[in-house]
């Protein structure tokens, strides 16, 4: 990419005329609150419904309607607010955020504005160089719109109130982010926390998971921070990245050309690769915000924040430690290991079914290895995995065990595909057990010594290369079931 001076790490930096920049980065994340119903209404949030049939007189703010807070959406943020351990505010308060459009039926959103529910926290990252802090401003609750669909009907722009009213919590980030890399590293780590405690799906592709981009440059070494703008609602990482790298070239440009970058609302166009000017960045003033006079100030007690706080699961950042200190993982494994919530239950599953003989080192191969290259082969989930935990820990019990080869073993992992088959089944039914009787190898390697005997004196004679062909032949006469650390000892012995 034009411009990148160094990407050593996960630092990335501009070069023009001996100007070194750097970017910073601030997100704004929208994460949609897993719940069953609406934040103010009892209407079903749950995806992929006709258009309009999920849509209350609340939604589509009926004269008169009153909105009704719904707990569980309160008790969600609350739980993500101490998975990010971050301040939980005994009052906040709801308020109308102005601004006309045909998807938003009130004329406002609620959103809470001057009074977050939640107050400063923090996200740590597992960069490549080490760890990093990401600040974390607030999260607040807030109101989704609707959907403006364009592309259906030729004339017009038709409206789906299916989302309208569903309960967001928007997470703001300090401007602590460097680089795609980072941000990568953050979006992911956000939506890790979120999964692990319920409250999000994470998923980006149904729009669970968005995030305006908020990015500026500024000579690397300078404190102040640069005019930013904001590229809102980008639904992949993939695209965040691009959207930034494009970005921060684009205001460098400017800046070296001696001119000012201004403050605005662009857009990121997926196909061309660019952000465009959507609108000059609006101030608060311009939504008039005022306390919605519908909704009471929300008031938790200690008492209910402690009680979620009981029910707070075992984090990533903390499921990491004890991977490390209980199973002796390398940090590097654990990271991975813990990242998604379902792949740490899957990992702890297969070392419970390990039993007392248990071999770490195979069950952390086996799964970033084999399983994770099938799942990524036929593009599922690990909870959706073709074999089952039991059955894999009971395949790498019989490696561990000497009952068959790792070799062999890659035969069996592809038969188990075929309907998560047991594999001790497997290696009964077609005879794959490891061939481990000295007598019935020795027999084996006297027949293939004496079938290539120029090879064996030749071998006697120094070259010692041709050991390796006389284990390849034991192996091969044996259907690939010969122990291999047998045949090297018989084969010493005999050569
Ligand atoms: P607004 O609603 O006006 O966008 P918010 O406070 O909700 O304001 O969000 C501002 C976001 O922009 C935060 O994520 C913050 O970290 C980020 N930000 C603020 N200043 C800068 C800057 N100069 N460069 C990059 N990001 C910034
Ligand atoms: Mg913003």
Request: charged share 30%; glycine share 6%; hydrophobic share 35%.
């Amino acid at each position: 990419m034009d411009g990148i001076m160094s990407k050593k790490n996960s630092e990335y930096l501009i070069e023009r005329n001996d100007n070194i920049y750097e970017v910073v980065i601030g997100l704004e994340v929208h994460a949609q609150v897993t719940s069953n119903s609406k934040l103010f209404s009892s209407s079903s949030t749950k995806f992929g419904a006709e258009p309009n049939t999920q849509v209350s007189l609340v939604d589509a703010a009926f004269p008169g309607m009153l909105p009704v807070i719904n707990e569980y959406c309160v008790k969600q943020a609350i739980k993500t607010g101490i998975g990010l351990k971050a301040k939980i505010n005994n009052k906040s308060v709801f308020d109308r955020k102005n601004y006309f459009y045909a998807d938003l039926p009130q004329g406002y959103q609620i959103s809470q504005y001057k009074y977050p529910i939640v107050g400063e926290g923090n996200v740590i990252l597992d960069m490549p160089e080490g760890q990093k802090q990401v600040g974390i401003e607030r999260l607040h609750l807030e109101q989704d719109a609707g959907k403006s669909i364009h592309d259906v009907d030729p004339s017009n722009t038709l409206v789906d109130l299916n989302r309208s009213g569903v309960a967001l919590m928007e997470i703001v980030s300090k401007p602590d982010l460097r680089s795609p890399d980072e941000v990568n590293a953050y979006i992911k780590k956000l939506r890790s926390i979120m999964r692990y405690l319920g409250t999000c799906d994470g998923n980006m592709q149904e729009g669970s998971l968005r995030a305006d981009v908020n990015v500026s440059v500024r000579i690397k070494g300078s404190t102040d921070l640069g005019t930013r703008c904001e590229i809102k609602n980008v639904n992949s990482i993939k695209f965040m990245q691009m959207a930034i790298i494009y970005e921060a070239n684009r205001q460098v440009d400017l800046i070296e050309d001696g001119e000012e970058i201004d403050q605005e609302t662009r857009l990121f166009d997926t196909k061309k690769n660019e952000t465009r000017s959507m609108r000059s960045k609006e101030d608060a003033h311009d939504y008039r915000y005022f306390p919605d006079p519908d909704l009471l100030p929300l008031e938790v007690t200690d008492e209910f924040i402690d009680q979620i706080k009981s029910e707070i699961p075992e984090l990533p950042d903390d499921k990491k430690k004890r991977f490390i200190d209980e199973f002796k993982v390398s940090p590097y494994e654990a990271t991975i290991l813990v990242s998604d919530i379902d792949t740490a239950k899957y990992f702890e599953e297969v070392v419970a079914k390990m039993g007392k003989n248990r071999d770490m080192k195979l069950a952390v191969n086996w799964i970033t290895g084999e399983l994770f290259a099938v799942l990524n082969n036929k593009n599922i989930e690990i909870a959706q995995s073709p074999i089952s935990a039991k059955n894999l820990a009971k395949l790498i019990n019989l490696i561990k065990n000497g009952t068959i080869s790792g070799k062999i073993a890659k035969t069996i992992f592809e038969l188990m595909l075929d309907g998560d088959i047991d594999p001790q089944i497997i290696v009964e039914e077609k005879g794959l057990k490891q061939e481990s009787n000295p007598k019935a190898l020795e027999a084996l390697i006297d027949k293939i010594i004496n079938d290539n005997r120029e090879k064996a004196i030749e071998y006697k004679q120094g070259k010692e290369k041709l050991f390796g062909f006389f284990v390849g032949q034991a192996m091969k006469a044996s259907g690939g079931k010969a122990n291999p650390q047998l045949i090297n000892e018989i084969l010493k012995k005999k050569l």
